[in-house]
């Protein structure tokens, strides 16, 4: 098989809102190869990363990344995760192909998947995909009423864990969020897990984490997640060390192996958070996932939007038994709810599993794609590069 | 003053060479507040930057940059410093972000700096510019007898020191580099400073890098530049044990200040080298020199463009006498030569100085942005979102 076309979709809701909520827009890649289509999510800027996709040439460490992905062949996981180093080398001075790649990658496995009629997990090596546990993923309530009430509704829909992010949280007095932890934990009841996401509020200040640390530790917080910017590991290890028994969490924002290893080896995170649509799809996440395995850190999937996004998340660390929780949208907009005809449920238990079914398992609908497809156009010195893609199924 | 304006020129040689020249395009950067310009350059892919600058709201962490700007006040350096912090804050998911704000900040310190009639250096807190000693900064030759010329021309042409890289270099047999790095020696004589750019060649493989080692402390190489892709600190370290006492240099590849920290806490890296036009512009890069200096560690610029650029990235470091070296391109392309009105011409002795003008002292020749302007057009559901601007003084 080689690889005939990339084609990239932008697709976004009527109105996009000034809010955390990333499910907003999509950026959906299908990589076709003869008779064989594949299918991945970047969790990124969808015009930014079209371009990085077709900018010309700037050097030869500056390419376009269909340079490095069009006309290769793909056998084999390792054509894959080749391609991957030949995008990295040659778009080495091409920031956004990081993002870019990852939608590729993600395709590319997916397509492997389901030329050889199975799923990516075993791909991976995995001889089994183990259930795993979802939270819910929230938003903090704008008061701490409004967090209880989320609360509470998670724990009604079957959920044993919620994460709490953004909002107000870590912007105003330690006061207030101590409320709203505790109106979290109250609403999760005593068995529940919580998690905090403070989404990276405080930059780099040790001091207004730490201000966090005792209320964190009274509603029993499992961990704290992103406290500040994914590169300042010295505070990460320096706040990890005062909120212990609280672990922290990060790497959501990791767009390489190295960044998500840095944060293992340096800023002692317990749980390392990985998108694969931002770290450049499944063959560098599952990279992290057998690392932070060996170092006794957990492996967490970031997932905010659909359920194509859901099951790439998942593969990288399907066969590690351990490591069980999983995010789960749960507050997602239509066009990513609506993206694939299957869904992953969860079950009685409120578990979740893979599909046991070729690639990923999900197959986007067409008719979700022409409703939220933006039309783009892009022109260089009169030709136009790239025009958004027709579409078909 | 308030920002009125971003404009953002593509310019591009007529033809664009697969080779390791990043001066053969360039992304100019124009900020207007009121009555005051001021100009800035980005090391980066132009149409991936220009997207980074434009593109739609995905989310409130994924917002386009020119959105934390425009409308913002510059009356002082923390300004400026300020405004950095909210792109990065509030484009945290936009990868491209760094290398379009790079840009941006540059324009911003030159616009400050004119507006008060001081050179940026000033501004910066340093008293003084201290005069640098450029390197010649050249490809390697496709042979040793073309490197040994090269070296040899650098000399001829008042160079104490030159900087080889890219190339053949690191790709083939050991011992052809060696052959290589000799030839070098020869041409620069043994008085001459041998610097070695191994261009992320071999990516995280310590072995490999580790046989030219014995070649490198023959030669007298004073550092060995990016053995290993940015992020892998660990490997950086191991090679820095081994190849004493010559010693490792790296940090272009930062896009931010928490990069190049890593460098040095973690990698070992005896030289940090910094590219204004990646790392998020002057503000993050005079981070690091003050960081670097408590340290030990000596900065040097990375420029291989434009002299608007070489201004930009010797600001940074103007005013710490210790840190000598600096990087000088003199292999660069019509357009990134003829980019600026005024030049930093190195002197009898060969070092150059910055000018004491105000801003970076740096004007953009109009003749030159005409003549290499790319038209580019991006419209998005039919309403054109970037267009290039009209060239003016």
Known sequence: MRIDAIDVYYLRMPQVLDIGDGSQDATLVRVRAGAHLGWGQCEASPLASI?????????????????????????????????????????????????????????????????RECPVWRL????????????????????????????????????????????PFGRGLAG?????????????????????????????????AAERAQALKDSRATWL????????????????????PVRLAGGEGSHNFHMARHLIDHAKVG???IDTGRIGGISPAKRVADYASA?????????????????????????????????????AKPLSCDLTRERIERDAAGLVHLPDAPGLGMTPDPATIARYLVDVSIVVAGREIYRSPAVSG
């Open 124 to 167: 991976l090596g995995y001889a089994q995909a183990y259930a795993k546990m979802p939270y819910a993923s929230v938003l903090f309530g704008d008061t701490p009423q409004e967090t209880l009430t989320k609360a509470k509704a998670a724990r009604a829909q079957r959920f044993r864990a919620a994460k709490f992010g953004w909002g």
């Open 271 to 273: 749980f390392i958070q």
């Open 51 to 115: 371009a990085a996709l077709v900018c010309p040439l700037s050097h030869s460490a500056c390419k376009p990344v269909q340079d490095s992905v069009l006309g290769e062949r793909v056998e084999s996981p390792e054509d894959i995760i080749a391609i991957g180093d030949r995008v990295r080398a040659n778009s080495l001075d091409l920031l956004q192909a990081d993002h870019m790649l990852s939608g590729i990658d993600i395709a590319l496995w997916d397509l492997l998947g389901r030329a």
């Open 225 to 244: 997640e992103e406290p500040f910017h994914t590169g300042a590991l010295a505070e990460y290890a320096s706040l990890a060390a005062i909120a212990a």
């Open 295 to 331: 170092r006794g850190v957990t492996y967490v999937n970031h997932t905010f939007t659909s359920h194509l996004s859901l099951s790439a998340s998942l593969q990288p660390y399907a066969g590690i038994a351990r490591d069980e929780i999983c995010e789960y949208p749960v507050e």
């Open 176 to 208: 207030a969020d101590r409320d709203q932890l505790m109106a979290a934990r109250e609403g999760l009841g005593p068995d529940g897990l919580l998690l905090v996401d403070a989404g990276t509020v405080w930059a780099e200040d040790v001091a207004k």
